[in-house]
């Protein structure tokens, strides 16, 4: 078979309503946090699908509820409400990283958004004292969300993958880009792991969040997540982001 390349991929984006200030991003990755972290925003905040991503020449996978099918990567927001989020089930290889992220990125230029937040589960080993967020985020993310904030720096290491892409263009430009890390483990969902992520990001946007109830949305949705979680463990290794991320 052969190896596809960043020549072979493209990402479209199509989005119905306009769009919002601020956009909060959950990527299939593993232990599936950040994920599940924006699944469960989705749901408490009551948003609707506005747009969605689509993959040209990159293999795919298309959800379905009930029978009904759904895009894989999609946006979602509502009227009264300055946030959208971007929610991908599909998992975007390392070399598909950049295209993806340009999409993206593209969109939110065209769009006037201002900062894009993203919930990331990161793969290292940890302690107990470790179960917390952290942040990775450009200047200005920092001085306009984080200044007073709780959520403590990533002390050091590095961002591969879209996590990376996304926050060098934010680096280059007016766009205020953060992530928001939490160590995961390996089974999927991480609860306690998407537990993290919402706290923190509740937090810093005042969002009115019930978190109590996410032990019974995990179990609604594990079957599904431990499907897509055997997706990713069968991801050959050469398209998955290092585990050393962080240290």
Do not use: C
């Not at 199509?14 to 950040?34: N, T, Y």
């Not at 904030?149 to 766009?175: H, I, K, W, Y």
Request: aromatic share 8%; glycine share 6%.
């Amino acid at each position: 078979m052969a190896t596809q390349t960043i020549d072979d991929v493209r990402f479209d984006v199509s989005h119905d309503e306009p769009v919002s200030d601020v956009v909060v991003a959950g990527f299939s990755q593993f232990g599936l946090a950040g994920l599940t972290a924006v699944d469960y925003l989705v749901e408490q905040l009551e948003l609707e699908q506005t747009g969605h991503i689509v993959a040209q020449d990159l293999p795919s996978i298309t959800p379905f509820d009930d029978g009904v099918p759904r895009h894989s990567t999609r946006l979602l927001s509502r009227d009264d409400l300055n946030l959208t989020v971007l929610m991908s089930e599909l998992f975007v290889p390392v070399w598909a990283a950049k295209p993806f992220a340009r999409a993206v990125l593209d969109w939110t230029e065209t769009n006037a958004v201002e900062e894009v937040a993203i919930l990331s589960g990161v793969p290292v080993p940890h302690g107990p004292e470790d179960h917390r967020t952290f942040y990775v985020a450009t200047e200005d993310y920092r001085s306009g969300r984080l200044e007073g904030s709780e959520v403590p720096p990533m002390p050091n290491g590095f961002l591969d993958g879209v996590n990376a892409a996304l926050v060098e263009r934010g680096m280059t430009s007016s766009l205020a880009v953060g992530v928001y890390a939490t160590p995961v483990h390996a089974q999927a969902p991480d609860v306690d792991a998407a537990l993290n992520l919402l706290d923190a990001v509740g937090a810093v946007y005042d969002l009115d969040l019930e978190t109590r109830p996410l032990e019974e949305f995990a179990e609604r949705v594990a079957q599904y997540y431990a499907e897509l979680a055997e997706r990713l463990e069968a991801v050959p290794e050469r398209d998955t982001p290092d585990d050393r991320m962080y240290m």
